[in-house]
């Protein structure tokens, strides 16, 4: 199975997500820019505090999921649901009340 070369990780508020649509749903990409743009309240300052776009780095991590390291992020994503299943940003654990979530990259750039 070919995996992805990169994706770019959102970090946002959790709270964020909880009234975006398709919250719950394993929501990727528009639908999570726009929850993040947005924010819960569909009003303001839920947006994502941090991006990075990260690359695969042809290792497996301790979940068994690829690699995928940029921009102080290290992740493993399974590729197929597209799911951070462990996450570092700067060298620590993603701090509680925040949530990481892929999103797609234009690649017409």
């Known amino acids: 199975m070919s ?9 946002v508020p959790e709270f964020t997500d909880d009234k975006a649509p398709g919250a719950g749903k394993g ?6 820019r ?6 819960s309240d569909g009003r303001g300052p839920g947006t994502a505090i941090r991006s ?3 690359t695969a780095t042809g290792e497996t991590g301790e ?3 690829p690699r995928y390291a940029g921009e102080g992020m290290v992740a493993d994503i399974d590729p197929r649901t597209r799911a951070v299943e462990g996450l570092l ?5 993603l701090a509680y ?13």
């Open 97 to 109: 009340g925040l949530s990481a979530r892929v999103a797609e990259r234009d690649t017409d750039a």
């Open 3 to 11: 995996h992805p070369q990169s994706y770019e990780i959102l970090i």
């Open 63 to 65: 979940t068994g999921y």
């Open 52 to 54: 990075a776009v990260v």
């Open 34 to 39: 726009g929850a993040a743009a947005k924010g």
């Open 27 to 32: 929501a990727t990409g528009a639908s999570v």
């Open 89 to 93: 940003v700067d060298g620590a654990e």
